[in-house]
Nanobody, 124 residues
Framework: QVQVVESGGGLVQTGGSLRLSCAVS????????RGWFRQAPGKEREFVAA????????HYSDSVKGRFAISRDNAGKTVILQMNNLKPEDTAVYYC?????????????????WGQGTQVTVSS
């Protein structure tokens, strides 16, 4: 089976930084992409960032482009989301997901396994 566990969330002031980690264990599906999504209260889950199976291609939502950076190790066992210059609108539960395909995708239907999420709160 697959286990996906996020960590690193917390409370930070506007303009601050957080580093989210995602640990994948069990059957890791190293040849597929990884993604981060988020869901704010009362809103639908939305795409944040994705990285391809080889790590050489990344894709970001317009709202985080230039502020967030996604990376992974070769095996896909660790996925990092570095978040800088955080804004109150970044407040959400952040989810790590294991993709079905090798390429990046902003569509949650292209991800097969999900973690339980980690809360990020940005105060103004």
């Amino acid at each position: 089976q697959v286990q996906v566990v996020e960590s690193g969330g917390g409370l930070v002031q506007t303009g601050g930084s957080l580093r989210l980690s995602c640990a994948v264990s069990g059957r890791t599906f190293g040849g597929t992409g990884r993604g981060w999504f988020r869901q704010a209260p009362g809103k639908e889950r939305e795409f944040v960032a994705a990285v391809s199976a080889t790590g050489d291609t990344t894709h970001y939502s317009d709202s985080v482009k230039g502020r967030f950076a996604i990376s992974r190790d070769n095996a896909g066992k660790t996925v990092i989301l570095q978040m800088n210059n955080l804004k109150p609108e970044d407040t959400a539960v952040y989810y790590c997901a294991i993709g079905t395909y090798y390429y990046t995708s902003p569509e949650d239907r292209d991800y097969a396994y999900w973690g339980q999420g980690t809360q990020v709160t940005v105060s103004s």
